[in-house]
Protein backbone atom coordinates (compact mmCIF):
# COMPACT_ATOMS: atom_id res chain seq x y z
CA UNK A 1 0.00 0.00 0.00
CA UNK A 2 1.17 3.55 -1.05
CA UNK A 3 1.71 5.70 1.67
CA UNK A 4 2.24 9.31 0.26
CA UNK A 5 0.95 10.52 -2.73
CA UNK A 6 4.19 12.65 -3.56
CA UNK A 7 7.18 10.30 -5.13
CA UNK A 8 9.36 9.87 -1.58
CA UNK A 9 12.88 9.23 -2.03
CA UNK A 10 15.44 8.52 0.73
CA UNK A 11 18.79 9.77 0.61
CA UNK A 12 21.17 9.65 3.17
CA UNK A 13 21.04 12.92 5.66
CA UNK A 14 24.80 13.71 6.77
CA UNK A 15 27.35 11.20 5.22
CA UNK A 16 29.93 10.74 2.05
CA UNK A 17 26.69 9.67 -0.21
CA UNK A 18 24.39 13.03 0.51
CA UNK A 19 26.28 15.99 -1.70
CA UNK A 20 26.89 13.64 -4.47
CA UNK A 21 22.87 12.26 -3.79
CA UNK A 22 21.33 15.75 -4.67
CA UNK A 23 24.04 16.25 -6.80
CA UNK A 24 22.83 13.52 -9.25
CA UNK A 25 19.35 14.71 -8.13
CA UNK A 26 19.74 18.03 -9.36
CA UNK A 27 21.29 16.76 -12.18
CA UNK A 28 17.94 15.34 -13.77
CA UNK A 29 16.04 18.52 -13.11
CA UNK A 30 14.78 18.45 -9.35
CA UNK A 31 14.82 21.51 -7.60
CA UNK A 32 14.76 21.49 -3.75
CA UNK A 33 14.94 24.08 -0.96
CA UNK A 34 17.85 24.15 1.57
CA UNK A 35 18.09 20.46 2.64
CA UNK A 36 21.13 20.78 5.50
CA UNK A 37 19.18 19.63 8.65
CA UNK A 38 15.68 18.87 7.53
CA UNK A 39 13.98 15.57 7.56
CA UNK A 40 12.25 15.88 4.67
CA UNK A 41 12.43 18.22 1.61
CA UNK A 42 9.97 18.84 -1.07
CA UNK A 43 10.80 19.32 -4.77
CA UNK A 44 10.08 22.81 -6.11
CA UNK A 45 9.41 21.54 -9.63
CA UNK A 46 8.07 17.99 -9.46
CA UNK A 47 5.75 15.93 -7.44
CA UNK A 48 8.61 14.45 -5.35
CA UNK A 49 9.70 15.25 -1.21
CA UNK A 50 12.66 13.79 -0.23
CA UNK A 51 13.49 11.73 3.01
CA UNK A 52 17.24 12.52 4.83
CA UNK A 53 17.83 9.40 6.85
CA UNK A 54 20.48 7.78 7.97
CA UNK A 55 21.67 5.30 5.07
CA UNK A 56 21.23 2.10 7.18
CA UNK A 57 17.40 2.95 7.50
CA UNK A 58 16.84 3.48 3.38
CA UNK A 59 16.62 -0.09 2.26
CA UNK A 60 14.38 -1.10 5.19
CA UNK A 61 12.13 2.52 4.23
CA UNK A 62 11.76 1.79 0.38
CA UNK A 63 11.69 -1.93 1.87
CA UNK A 64 8.80 -1.25 3.50
CA UNK A 65 6.83 1.41 1.24
CA UNK A 66 7.78 4.51 3.58
CA UNK A 67 9.78 5.30 0.44
CA UNK A 68 9.31 4.43 -3.14
CA UNK A 69 13.05 5.15 -4.03
CA UNK A 70 16.37 5.46 -2.55
CA UNK A 71 20.20 5.91 -3.16
CA UNK A 72 22.16 3.59 -1.13
CA UNK A 73 25.23 1.83 -1.13
CA UNK A 74 24.62 -1.92 -1.95
CA UNK A 75 26.90 -2.48 0.88
CA UNK A 76 24.10 -1.79 2.73
CA UNK A 77 21.43 -2.91 0.90
CA UNK A 78 23.00 -6.48 0.83
CA UNK A 79 24.00 -6.18 4.30
CA UNK A 80 19.98 -5.91 5.37
CA UNK A 81 19.01 -7.99 3.23
CA UNK A 82 16.28 -5.80 1.92
CA UNK A 83 13.71 -7.25 -0.34
CA UNK A 84 13.67 -4.33 -3.51
CA UNK A 85 14.17 -3.29 -6.63
CA UNK A 86 17.99 -2.52 -7.76
CA UNK A 87 17.03 -0.19 -10.83
CA UNK A 88 20.39 1.24 -11.42
CA UNK A 89 24.20 1.64 -10.47
CA UNK A 90 24.19 5.19 -9.94
CA UNK A 91 28.72 5.08 -10.29
CA UNK A 92 29.58 7.16 -6.93
CA UNK A 93 30.53 5.54 -3.54
CA UNK A 94 32.61 3.26 -4.54
CA UNK A 95 34.13 0.74 -2.12
CA UNK A 96 35.05 -2.49 -1.43
CA UNK A 97 34.16 -4.36 2.25
CA UNK A 98 37.53 -5.98 3.11
CA UNK A 99 39.12 -8.36 5.22
CA UNK A 100 41.82 -6.99 6.89
CA UNK A 101 44.56 -8.24 9.56
CA UNK A 102 47.34 -6.52 11.51
CA UNK A 103 50.64 -6.66 9.46
CA UNK A 104 52.85 -9.21 10.79
CA UNK A 105 50.11 -11.03 12.72
CA UNK A 106 50.78 -14.16 10.71
CA UNK A 107 47.42 -13.65 8.33
CA UNK A 108 47.99 -13.76 4.91
CA UNK A 109 45.34 -15.70 2.95
CA UNK A 110 41.43 -16.06 4.26
CA UNK A 111 42.23 -19.83 4.99
CA UNK A 112 44.24 -17.64 8.21
CA UNK A 113 41.11 -16.26 9.51
CA UNK A 114 39.80 -19.40 10.42
CA UNK A 115 38.82 -19.25 14.81
CA UNK A 116 39.99 -16.13 14.36
CA UNK A 117 37.78 -13.45 15.81
CA UNK A 118 36.18 -10.63 13.06
CA UNK A 119 35.31 -7.38 13.74
CA UNK A 120 32.96 -5.92 11.08
CA UNK A 121 29.52 -3.69 10.65
CA UNK A 122 28.63 -5.90 8.30
CA UNK A 123 28.26 -9.63 10.01
CA UNK A 124 25.55 -10.68 7.27
CA UNK A 125 28.08 -10.28 4.15
CA UNK A 126 31.35 -11.55 6.37
CA UNK A 127 29.34 -14.63 7.11
CA UNK A 128 28.45 -15.27 3.96
CA UNK A 129 31.89 -14.89 2.44
CA UNK A 130 32.87 -16.82 5.12
CA UNK A 131 30.72 -20.06 5.09
CA UNK A 132 30.86 -19.84 1.20
CA UNK A 133 34.43 -20.31 1.57
CA UNK A 134 34.49 -22.85 4.33
CA UNK A 135 36.05 -20.88 6.79
CA UNK A 136 34.47 -20.85 10.44
CA UNK A 137 35.25 -17.59 12.63
CA UNK A 138 33.23 -15.24 15.11
CA UNK A 139 32.29 -12.05 13.74
CA UNK A 140 32.36 -9.29 16.73
CA UNK A 141 29.71 -6.76 15.16
CA UNK A 142 30.55 -3.11 15.49
CA UNK A 143 29.14 0.07 14.30
CA UNK A 144 31.66 2.47 14.41
CA UNK A 145 35.51 2.95 14.53
CA UNK A 146 36.16 -0.91 13.59
CA UNK A 147 39.70 -0.29 12.73
CA UNK A 148 40.92 0.11 16.04
CA UNK A 149 39.12 -3.12 17.25
CA UNK A 150 42.11 -5.50 17.23
CA UNK A 151 44.29 -2.98 18.58
CA UNK A 152 41.88 -2.81 21.53
CA UNK A 153 41.87 -6.70 21.68
CA UNK A 154 38.49 -6.51 20.83
CA UNK A 155 38.96 -8.81 17.88
CA UNK A 156 42.10 -9.90 16.35
CA UNK A 157 41.42 -8.65 12.47
CA UNK A 158 38.16 -7.15 10.78
CA UNK A 159 36.00 -6.92 8.11
CA UNK A 160 35.49 -3.16 6.60
CA UNK A 161 34.90 -0.49 3.84
CA UNK A 162 37.89 0.54 1.94
CA UNK A 163 38.29 3.00 -0.68
CA UNK A 164 41.57 4.26 -0.77
CA UNK A 165 43.10 1.96 2.16
CA UNK A 166 44.76 4.69 3.89
CA UNK A 167 42.56 4.47 6.80
CA UNK A 168 44.08 0.71 7.36
CA UNK A 169 47.60 1.32 6.83
CA UNK A 170 47.33 4.39 9.68
CA UNK A 171 45.78 1.16 11.83
CA UNK A 172 49.05 -1.15 10.66
CA UNK A 173 46.12 -2.91 9.33
CA UNK A 174 46.93 -5.48 5.75
CA UNK A 175 44.39 -6.21 3.21
CA UNK A 176 43.86 -9.50 3.19
CA UNK A 177 40.76 -9.81 0.87
CA UNK A 178 38.00 -7.88 -0.69
CA UNK A 179 34.47 -9.88 0.01
CA UNK A 180 32.19 -7.33 -1.71
CA UNK A 181 32.35 -4.37 -4.31
CA UNK A 182 29.99 -1.56 -3.84
CA UNK A 183 28.70 1.72 -5.07
CA UNK A 184 25.80 3.60 -4.63
CA UNK A 185 22.20 2.63 -6.44
CA UNK A 186 18.84 3.80 -6.99
CA UNK A 187 16.93 1.12 -5.29
CA UNK A 188 12.67 1.06 -5.73
CA UNK A 189 10.09 -0.40 -3.71
CA UNK A 190 8.36 -3.44 -4.28
CA UNK A 191 5.25 -2.16 -3.27
CA UNK A 192 2.73 -1.64 -6.11
CA UNK A 193 2.96 2.03 -7.22
CA UNK A 194 0.56 4.65 -8.98
CA UNK A 195 0.64 4.83 -12.86
CA UNK A 196 1.60 8.28 -12.09
CA UNK A 197 4.74 7.36 -9.74
CA UNK A 198 5.95 4.94 -12.32
CA UNK A 199 5.89 7.30 -15.42
CA UNK A 200 7.79 9.83 -13.01
CA UNK A 201 10.34 6.73 -12.33
CA UNK A 202 10.87 6.08 -15.59
CA UNK A 203 11.26 9.14 -16.19
CA UNK A 204 13.85 9.72 -13.52
CA UNK A 205 15.64 6.70 -14.84
CA UNK A 206 15.97 7.94 -18.54
CA UNK A 207 17.37 11.17 -17.35
CA UNK A 208 19.91 9.84 -15.13
CA UNK A 209 20.94 7.53 -17.87
CA UNK A 210 21.11 10.81 -20.10
CA UNK A 211 23.60 11.96 -17.29
CA UNK A 212 25.97 9.21 -17.11
CA UNK A 213 26.58 9.36 -20.69
CA UNK A 214 27.26 12.43 -20.57
CA UNK A 215 29.58 12.47 -18.29
CA UNK A 216 31.75 9.83 -19.79
CA UNK A 217 31.30 11.65 -23.27
CA UNK A 218 32.82 15.30 -24.58
CA UNK A 219 31.74 16.97 -27.63
CA UNK A 220 34.82 17.35 -30.01
CA UNK A 221 35.42 20.01 -32.45
CA UNK A 222 38.26 20.03 -35.02
CA UNK A 223 38.97 21.97 -38.46
CA UNK A 224 40.33 19.37 -41.46
CA UNK A 225 41.26 20.44 -44.56
CA UNK A 226 38.34 18.63 -46.65
CA UNK A 227 40.47 16.20 -48.62
CA UNK A 228 40.79 14.52 -45.40
CA UNK A 229 37.49 14.52 -44.23
CA UNK A 230 36.76 10.73 -44.61
CA UNK A 231 40.21 9.57 -42.79
CA UNK A 232 39.37 11.76 -40.08
CA UNK A 233 35.55 10.94 -39.69
CA UNK A 234 36.83 6.96 -39.68
CA UNK A 235 38.99 8.22 -36.71
CA UNK A 236 36.64 9.75 -34.53
CA UNK A 237 35.04 7.02 -31.83
CA UNK A 238 31.86 8.83 -32.46
CA UNK A 239 28.34 7.64 -30.82
CA UNK A 240 26.98 8.77 -34.07
CA UNK A 241 27.73 10.09 -37.35
CA UNK A 242 29.94 13.00 -37.21
CA UNK A 243 28.59 16.62 -38.23
CA UNK A 244 30.48 17.90 -41.08
CA UNK A 245 30.15 21.96 -41.37
CA UNK A 246 31.73 24.03 -44.23
CA UNK A 247 33.99 27.63 -43.19
CA UNK A 248 34.54 30.40 -44.38
CA UNK A 249 38.05 29.42 -45.69
CA UNK A 250 37.26 27.13 -48.72
CA UNK A 251 39.13 24.39 -48.42
CA UNK A 252 38.44 23.39 -44.63
CA UNK A 253 35.25 22.20 -42.91
CA UNK A 254 34.60 21.70 -39.46
CA UNK A 255 34.10 18.61 -37.85
CA UNK A 256 31.43 18.26 -35.09
CA UNK A 257 31.71 14.94 -33.12
CA UNK A 258 30.69 13.50 -29.31
CA UNK A 259 33.33 10.95 -28.31
CA UNK A 260 33.85 8.73 -25.31
CA UNK A 261 36.18 10.65 -22.88
CA UNK A 262 38.15 7.97 -22.17
CA UNK A 263 39.03 7.22 -26.39
CA UNK A 264 39.97 10.81 -26.36
CA UNK A 265 43.69 10.68 -25.63
CA UNK A 266 44.30 7.86 -28.31
CA UNK A 267 42.86 9.56 -31.02
CA UNK A 268 43.67 12.50 -30.36
CA UNK A 269 47.24 11.68 -31.92
CA UNK A 270 45.79 9.91 -34.67
CA UNK A 271 43.16 13.29 -35.63
CA UNK A 272 46.45 15.78 -35.55
CA UNK A 273 48.13 13.42 -38.03
CA UNK A 274 45.53 13.13 -40.15
CA UNK A 275 45.51 16.63 -40.32
CA UNK A 276 43.09 18.28 -37.98
CA UNK A 277 43.65 21.75 -35.89
CA UNK A 278 42.21 23.54 -33.85
CA UNK A 279 40.72 20.63 -31.40
CA UNK A 280 38.15 21.44 -28.64
CA UNK A 281 36.96 19.47 -26.29
CA UNK A 282 33.76 20.77 -24.13
CA UNK A 283 32.26 18.82 -21.60
CA UNK A 284 28.25 17.95 -21.82
CA UNK A 285 25.82 18.61 -19.35
CA UNK A 286 22.60 16.19 -20.59
CA UNK A 287 22.22 13.59 -23.33
CA UNK A 288 19.14 11.97 -24.20
CA UNK A 289 19.98 9.27 -27.10
O1 LIG B 1 25.24 8.33 9.64
P1 LIG B 1 25.10 7.31 8.59
O2 LIG B 1 24.78 5.94 9.13
O3 LIG B 1 24.15 7.75 7.52
O4 LIG B 1 26.52 7.25 7.84
P2 LIG B 1 27.70 6.19 7.95
O5 LIG B 1 28.73 6.74 8.85
O6 LIG B 1 27.19 4.81 8.18
O7 LIG B 1 28.20 6.14 6.44
P3 LIG B 1 29.27 7.02 5.63
O8 LIG B 1 28.73 8.39 5.37
O9 LIG B 1 30.65 6.91 6.22
O10 LIG B 1 29.28 6.16 4.28
C1 LIG B 1 28.13 6.02 3.51
C2 LIG B 1 28.38 5.07 2.38
O11 LIG B 1 29.49 5.54 1.61
C3 LIG B 1 28.82 3.66 2.75
O12 LIG B 1 27.73 2.84 3.14
C4 LIG B 1 29.44 3.18 1.45
O13 LIG B 1 28.42 2.75 0.54
C5 LIG B 1 30.07 4.45 0.89
N1 LIG B 1 31.54 4.52 1.08
C6 LIG B 1 32.43 4.69 0.07
C7 LIG B 1 32.22 4.44 2.21
C8 LIG B 1 33.57 4.57 1.89
N2 LIG B 1 33.67 4.72 0.56
C9 LIG B 1 34.56 4.53 2.93
N3 LIG B 1 35.75 4.64 2.64
N4 LIG B 1 31.82 4.32 3.52
C10 LIG B 1 32.74 4.31 4.49
N5 LIG B 1 34.08 4.41 4.25
C11 LIG B 1 34.96 4.43 5.48
C12 LIG B 1 35.36 3.05 5.96
O14 LIG B 1 34.36 2.52 6.83
C13 LIG B 1 36.68 3.34 6.68
O15 LIG B 1 36.44 3.84 7.98
O16 LIG B 1 36.17 5.11 5.21
C14 LIG B 1 37.26 4.44 5.83
C15 LIG B 1 38.16 3.84 4.79
O17 LIG B 1 38.45 4.74 3.77
P4 LIG B 1 39.90 4.75 3.09
O18 LIG B 1 39.80 5.74 1.97
O19 LIG B 1 40.88 5.18 4.15
O20 LIG B 1 40.19 3.35 2.60
ZN1 LIG C 1 25.37 4.17 8.30
Given at each position: ?????????????NGR?T??S????EN?G????????R??V?C??F???L??????D???Y??????D??????N????K?????????L???????SL??PK????K???D?????I???????T?N??Q???I?A??????????I???L??????CD???SG?????N?L???????Y?????IK???????????L???F?????GS???????Y?M??????S?DKI???IP???S??V?????ND????????P??KF???????K????TG??ILP??N??L
Open positions: METSTSLRIAIQKLDKIDLLILRFDDYKNLMKRNDVELLIRDDIPEVQDGVCLGLVGAVTSEVADVTVLKNEYGYCRLAANDGINPEFEGKRATSYPTLQYLNNGTKTVEISGAVEAPTDVADAILVSSTLRAGSEIQPIFSQTQLTNKVLSDEKEEISKLIRIEQTAEKSRIMNSPKDVTKISLKPTLPLAELVAIHSVIIKWSVMEQLEAGAIVIEMI
